[in-house]
């Protein structure tokens, strides 16, 4: 641990969080996201960043992504085949990021309004990823909102 930096509830950090949801569910990319405005910004990415076109804390707008739809409840919280569902199919960003599996889990305040989510992308399909994986990505989330309002982001 660095001079300063304080541990976290098992001592992890916010990339190590990231780095177990993606090894864990066998994903490509694993990002915290929050809600800024009209905007969703990527406050911590782990994986190949740059094939989905995400950088850290750059934004896209939040109408457009996958996270917002999951905290609408329009979108299930797991899409093993982002190409074949009916719901994002047609999305623009399925197919400018080239989705092709996606899971996610909102991370919400103190008070219950949404800070954003802890998500996990794919460029295949995966059939095998089901809602049993959203157990272990909730237990993560937890994780990351202590370290989220350890750093006084929430």
Known sequence: MNEGETALPQDQT??????????????????????????????????????????????????????????DGRLPNVIPDARTYAETRDLPVTDEADIGSYAAVPLRRHDGRPYGTLCCLSHTADSWLRERDLSLMEKLAQQMVARLDQEGLL
């Open 14 to 71: 916010i990339e190590q969080i990231l780095s177990s949801v993606k090894e864990a569910l066998g994903m490509e990319v694993a990002f915290v996201s929050e809600f800024v405005d009209d905007r969703l910004v990527f406050r911590g990415i782990e994986g190949d960043v740059r094939s989905f076109g995400f950088e850290k804390d750059g934004h896209v707008p939040l109408e457009r992504s996958y996270c917002k739809r999951v905290i």
